[in-house]
């Protein structure tokens, strides 16, 4: 695929599946290919393998392969997969090798965590990344301090389709854009549904979603308003994921991926819980608040899953 069908993917809904775990604790590649493959036949525009939604962190590199050869096999070229990666320069590129081999379409770096690390120096690991990698590059961009330029040398690298631009400083984001190559990098909103109306207004297109893994209509939904202009529509469905949205923010993020997890195995597939550090399982009475909201979302239609399995998960809930 080339770097401008990619960039044209981008525009659309990037969705971050989760990773599923067995018994033992193990990734479960079965589970996890029939998750992607849902998300895939939701016509979701862009599928985002081992993501931070598919707790990249908690995984080893060898895991990480074991999801992304999941996801190829399940969405099985009904959309682009992007790899995400990361860790040391030396370990992005073997794994961006890695998924070049085993058919990904494109990469996502995860944006380094090293607590020495230096603005400029962040830069310079994405375009370094970006130079060695077989496939087209996403910059995951999600800490403070960069400037202006910092960005636009991003936006201009020639193997940089997009950057998922997962901060609220929308001044930089706003100034960014203008200042870098209109035929560049695509500049992505990277803090999902609740944030995509006010990007796409700065100027962004497309967003990042994990709520793909139990109500991808109502991504697709969001989506579908932006591209026609249609704020109060966005808004409207953007306030509707509220509740989700917020209880995911919880312990500071700690609860993120646990809510989407228990939705999805509300919906009838049984992911496992969340590897910790993350919080392994909701607590009763946020478990039966997030079941109330699915009940809704589910009475009009909005929840994607398997209706056998939600029989059996709502009796045991």
């Given amino acids: 695929m080339s770097i401008a069908i990619m960039r044209k993917a981008l525009t659309g809904v990037s969705g971050v599946p989760v990773t599923?775990?067995?018994?033992?604790?193990?990734?479960?590649?079965?589970?996890?290919?029939?998750?992607?493959?849902?998300?895939?036949a939701a016509g979701i525009h862009n599928i985002v393998a081992a993501g931070n939604t598919?707790?990249?962190?908690?995984?080893?590199?060898?895991?990480?392969?074991?999801?992304?050869?999941?996801?190829?096999?399940?969405v099985d070229g009904r959309a682009p997969v992007t790899a995400a990666i990361g860790r040391s320069l030396r370990e992005a590129i073997g794994m961006a090798r890695d998924a070049a081999a085993i058919g990904a379409t494109a990469i996502m770096s995860h944006q380094p965590v090293d607590p020495?690390?230096?603005?400029?120096?962040?830069?310079?690991?994405?375009?370094n990344l970006a130079d060695a990698s077989p496939?087209?590059?996403?910059?995951?961009?999600?800490?403070?301090?960069?400037?202006?330029?910092?960005?636009?040398?991003?936006?201009?690298?020639?193997n940089i389709a997009g950057i998922k631009f997962a901060t609220t400083d929308l001044m930089l984001l706003s100034r960014a854009i203008p200042a870098a190559d209109p035929d560049g990098a695509l500049f992505v909103c990277g803090l999902a549904e609740s944030w995509a109306p006010t990007?796409?207004?700065?100027?962004?297109?497309?967003?990042?979603?994990?709520?793909?893994?139990?109500?991808?209509?109502?991504?697709?939904?969001?989506?579908?308003?932006?591209?026609?202009?249609?704020?109060?529509t966005a808004r409207t469905i953007v306030n509707?994921?509220?509740?989700?949205?917020?209880?995911?923010?919880?312990?500071?993020?700690?609860?993120?991926?646990?809510?989407?997890?228990?939705?999805?195995?509300?919906?009838?597939?049984?992911?496992?819980?969340?590897?910790?550090?993350?919080?392994p399982l909701l607590d009763q009475h946020d478990r039966e608040e997030l079941h109330r909201l699915l009940r809704g979302w589910e009475a009009e239609g909005s929840i994607q899953g398997d209706p056998d399995r939600q029989q059996s998960a709502k009796a045991a809930g």
């Fill in 20 to 40: 599923a775990y067995d018994g033992k604790g193990e990734v479960e590649p079965r589970i996890t290919a029939k998750v992607y493959a849902r998300v895939a």
């Fill in 135 to 158: 496939l087209p590059l996403v910059a995951y961009v999600r800490a403070e301090g960069f400037g202006v330029d910092d960005i636009v040398r991003l936006a201009n690298h020639g």
């Fill in 199 to 232: 990007f796409t207004a700065a100027g962004a297109r497309g967003f990042t979603s994990g709520l793909v893994n139990v109500a991808p209509q109502l991504s697709v939904a969001v989506h579908a308003s932006l591209e026609k202009g249609d704020f109060a």
């Fill in 54 to 74: 598919g707790e990249f962190y908690a995984l080893t590199p060898q895991e990480i392969r074991i999801v992304h050869e999941a996801a190829v096999s399940g």
């Fill in 240 to 279: 509707k994921l509220e509740p989700f949205e917020r209880m995911r923010t919880k312990f500071r993020n700690g609860a993120n991926v646990t809510v989407v997890k228990e939705a999805v195995t509300y919906s009838g597939l049984d992911v496992g819980p969340v590897r910790v550090p993350g919080l």
């Fill in 116 to 127: 020495f690390a230096a603005p400029s120096a962040q830069i310079g690991y994405f375009c």
